[in-house]
């Protein structure tokens, strides 16, 4: 189980966020068109990646909270997400399906998401990362917060949801 401390916030100045990163040190690996498939699981969220970079089955559950929240999850990588999205469609039924363009970054063990979201718009994410148990949860908090002053981010730019729900809600009003 990989666990993580992550933030998700508006982003109105990619270009700004994108020089910080370089400036600090951080290893660009590349830009990434996604196709996020989310499927009806009864807690939690499941969700099968695609993209050119990151292919992966997701499960994670997190609290929906601005601000830096801790999060578990469970990744396996895949190699034919074609038809494993076929059979999780099969089985679990599609809830929604989530578009977007990433620029990832790294720095040690946080990773930084530049995105672009089809009718969401520009965000960024932060999630510092422990994979093995060398970090505690309050590490893992400290270096979200740090990377957090280090780009700007102002509380009023944070975001409680995930793309997935943001999608849903614009879809129910719309």
């Keep these: 189980m990989i666990r993580n ?10 270009e700004g966020i994108r020089a910080i990163l ?15 498939t989310y499927f009806k699981v009864p807690s939690g ?14 499960r994670y559950v997190r609290p929906d909270q601005p601000g830096p929240k801790l999060s578990d999850i ?5 190699q034919d997400g074609v038809r494993l999205e076929t059979i999780l469609d099969q089985v679990l039924g599609t809830d929604i399906i989530v578009q977007k363009v990433r620029e990832i970054y790294f720095i040690d063990n946080v990773k930084f998401h530049v995105d672009v979201v089809e009718c969401l718009g520009g965000f960024i994410e932060i999630e510092a990362i422990d994979e093995s148990g060398r970090y505690s949860d ?20 944070l975001l409680s949801d995930s793309y997935s729900d943001m999608l849903k809600r614009l879809a129910n009003t719309g």
């Design 5 to 14: 401390v992550e933030i998700k916030a508006r982003c109105k100045h990619p």
């Design 45 to 58: 969220r499941l969700k099968l990646r695609q993209g050119e970079i990151e292919n992966a089955l997701i």
């Design 138 to 157: 309050e590490q893992l908090q400290s270096q979200c917060e740090h990377y957090m002053q280090i780009l700007g981010i102002q509380p009023a730019d």
């Design 22 to 36: 370089i400036q600090a040190g951080a290893a660009y690996r590349g830009r990434d068109p996604q196709r996020d």
């Design 74 to 78: 469970s990744l396996c990588q895949v």
